[in-house]
């Protein structure tokens, strides 16, 4: 069985920091981009960042820019979403995504849902004011 597991959801003030991770099961996406979506009741998966197979390159929602860092060590097969200055608009379930399509790509990031065919299950961020 192949998917994508993240961890490190929680409940946080405005202001705090956490870090979520996403680690690969049952095979590995190195040559791939991975990227972090979120989603909230009612509304559609929004992008958050996504990152190039090698890690050099990444783009971030605006919403995000400045305060979240999307990172991935390949030798451990594992990706992070660093996410500081919470707000309460940040409270949303994180999930993270692989493409499998594009390999050893350098510009291939894809920022649409539709561009990645793996998923993990979702991990909940709350941001308390």
């Known amino acids: 069985q192949v998917g994508l597991e993240e961890s490190g959801g929680g409940l946080v003030q405005a202001g705090d920091s956490l870090k979520l991770s996403c680690t690969p099961y049952?095979?590995?996406?190195?040559?791939?981009?991975m990227a972090w979506f979120r989603q909230t009741p009612g509304k559609e998966r929004e992008f958050v960042a996504t990152?190039?197979?090698?890690?050099?390159?990444?783009i971030y929602a605006d919403s995000v820019k400045g305060r979240f860092t999307i990172f991935r060590d390949n030798a451990v097969n594992t990706m992070w979403l660093q996410m500081n200055s919470l707000k309460p608009e940040d409270t949303a379930e994180y999930f993270c995504a692989a493409d499998n399509s594009r390999e050893y790509i350098d510009s291939h990031m894809p920022t649409q849902t539709n561009g990645y065919f793996y998923w993990g299950q979702g991990t909940q961020v709350t941001v308390s004011s």
């Open positions: 049952g095979r590995t996406f190195r040559s791939f981009a």
């Open positions: 990152l190039n197979w090698r890690g050099d390159r990444s």
